[in-house]
């Protein structure tokens, strides 16, 4: 378990906190889901639904920006700009995953494939440091 958790803060470049802050809302989330999709919650739409799994993305960012002018201070431009931009880039990738796929749910068009939707979860799988 320990040595997951190690390759998990090293592939995703995340502190074990911030990893901890993403999957608080896989509690909340099947929740949310199951009262809108048995109609019991009339006014909650897709967008409020996924609202948990954005929550945690501006906590990580404002973690990073504060760790990345921590190194700044200590000389380490080079290691916080990496660090930076690997966070910010997994986070982007998410996020805009995580918005296509609301999107899909509110509109269903045929315009938004899931391909396209899925293809950036297959982007960051591919990414490794």
Known sequence: ???????????????TFQIFLHLLPLLVFPALLALRMD????GLSW??????FFNPA?????????LSLRLFQDWEEHLAVLC??????????KCVFEMLLCQ????????????LTASLVFILLDCDK
């Open 1 to 15: 378990m320990l040595f997951w958790l190690r390759r998990l803060v090293q592939w995703l470049g995340l502190a």
């Open 39 to 42: 109609g019991l919650a009339t």
């Open 47 to 52: 967008w409020n639904v996924f609202v948990p």
């Open 58 to 66: 501006g906590f990580s960012t404002c973690f990073i920006t504060i």
């Open 84 to 93: 930076l931009f690997w966070v910010l880039m997994v986070l982007s990738l």
């Open 104 to 115: 899909k749910l509110v509109e269903q068009t045929r315009e938004l494939w899931f391909v």
